[in-house]
């Protein structure tokens, strides 16, 4: 097998494995997002977005790998590089709109920190406290 074979053969895995991602990463926020409406969480649709946005993020950043691989490693024409330009535009403006529905905020902007925390609250702020059904209950003696 030569180089370019090679490099074709790592695109398509890179690019399978990045479809595998989007996929998987769709029926996992599903599944879960099915047992949560079983639970009656009032966030599942919040949640579920989340997930799904951020498996799409991974697929897409593995897609655009793979496609800067093939494109620059095997046919580095003018012509190859220009469509190459203009999927990775789409697909990084997609990343960033997903990016932004996400967490609220653009990938280069900080992560805002609460006085007195160590760690970032998320979008929608800390992670509320659990319901006293699923808190271990102290024993009296």
Known sequence: MGFTET???VGKVIDAIGVG????????A??????????????TYRLFRGQLGRAILLGLELLVAADIIRTVA?????ESVGVLAGIVLIRTFLSWSLELEITGRWPW???????????PAGPAGPAPEPPASDMAQPTIR
């Open 7 to 9: 490099i074709e053969t």
């Open 21 to 28: 991602a989007i996929a998987l990463g769709g029926l996992l």
């Open 109 to 119: 902007q900080k992560e805002a920190v609460s006085p007195g925390t160590s760690a």
């Open 30 to 43: 599903a599944g879960m997002a099915i047992g949560r409406l079983l639970r009656r969480n009032p966030n």
């Open 74 to 78: 095997i046919t580095p024409t003018l």
